[in-house]
């Protein structure tokens, strides 16, 4: 084939391919809050959960940002993010349910950081909400799903809502409207990597 119908037959497919974009692109017409869900056992749920954050805050948009489970208060994204002025951060957690080992208390400390939760999503002036491993709070049972997931419907109907955490319900992948799940191809930490700064933390 000579580089003239080469250069022909990319440009017919590029013109097929604008086409179908173009379409696309006008039926996707619509606007509302929406519920993304970030699972599965590959990195990257919370970090692309703050990429959206960084994004909203680039639009002037007011963020709400609850990490449950977690108690390390000396994060970047914490660091970054707590200081602008749009954006609200709440580090809610009393560590990992494999370091308290106490189930009392960890109901205790959900129940206080859902109400922290639940204040943002009855409140239509946060555009964002960020819901950080709370998948944990559901599987353990540590919240009611039910109650979790009603509130979550009943939000301001603009509302952004992202939850994170490993082994996402097959009722919460219902419930919203964008779904990842990342797949764990390999991580650096089994191959003896510590935790490092602006990657992991
Ligand atoms: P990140 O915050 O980096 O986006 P994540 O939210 O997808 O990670 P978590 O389960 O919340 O994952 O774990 C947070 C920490 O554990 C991060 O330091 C992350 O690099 C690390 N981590 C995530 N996935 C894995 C994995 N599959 N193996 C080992 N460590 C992991
Ligand atoms: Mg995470």
Known sequence: MTDTDKNTRHQLRMARKKAI?????????QEKGLLLVLTGNGKGKS?????MVGRSL????????CQF?????????????????????????????????NREQDIATSERGWAVAQ????D????????????YLLNYGYLDADQVLD?????????HVVVTGRAA????RDFADTVSDITDVKHAYRDGIKAQPGIDL
């Open 21 to 29: 974009i173009d379409a696309n692109i006008a039926n996707a017409d």
């Open 47 to 51: 970090s692309s959960a703050f990429g």
């Open 58 to 65: 680039g639009h002037g948009m007011k963020v709400g940002v």
């Open 69 to 101: 489970l977690k108690s390390r208060t000396d994060t970047g994204e914490e660091a970054f993010f707590g200081k602008q002025a749009r954006c609200e951060w709440h580090v809610l957690g009393d560590g990992f349910t494999w370091e308290t080992q």
């Open 119 to 122: 204040a943002m999503l009855t």
């Open 124 to 135: 239509a002036s946060y555009d964002l909400v960020v819901l950080d491993e709370l998948t």
């Open 151 to 159: 509130t979550i419907g009943a939000r301001p109907p603009m509302q």
């Open 169 to 172: 319900s097959e009722t919460l």
